[in-house]
């Protein structure tokens, strides 16, 4: 059974950093595109980032680009995502999602991930 399981976020004051972290199981870890998304209230579900657990690629969204890094540790079967910068627009539910079918192809769309993790709050205070 793939588990997928976000943590590490909160408040932060605007121009401050969080950093996300999903640790995920139930599958070959090294072999998997793991993506980070997000959902502000009333709005549609976003791509934030992504990363091929393989080598170690990464893509990232226009509105974060320069601000966010993704990186994994394989060992520890976890991907982060680091939050430099902070923005107010940056507030939302954090996703972390798996995609186990051609992951080697990394993107930013939804409906490409198979396994997603409960959400997590960020929020940052202007």
């Known amino acids: 059974e793939v588990q997928v399981v976000e943590s590490g976020g909160g408040l932060v004051q605007a121009g401050g950093s969080l950093r996300l972290s999903c640790t995920a199981s139930?599958?070959?870890?090294?072999?998997?595109?793991i993506g980070w998304f997000r959902q502000a209230p009333g709005k549609e579900r976003e791509g934030v980032s992504s990363i091929y657990t393989g080598i170690g690629n990464t893509v990232y969204a226009d509105s974060v680009k320069g601000r966010f890094t993704t990186s994994r540790d394989n060992a520890k079967r976890t991907v982060y995502l680091q939050m430099n910068s902070l923005k107010p627009e940056d507030t939302a539910v954090y996703y972390c999602?798996?995609?186990?079918?051609?992951?080697?192809?990394?993107?930013?769309?939804?409906?490409?991930?198979?396994?997603w993790g409960q959400g997590i709050q960020v929020t940052v205070s202007s």
């Open positions: 999602a798996v995609d186990l079918f051609l992951p080697q192809i990394i993107g930013l769309n939804a409906y490409e991930y198979d396994y």
């Open positions: 139930g599958f070959t870890f090294d072999d998997a595109a």
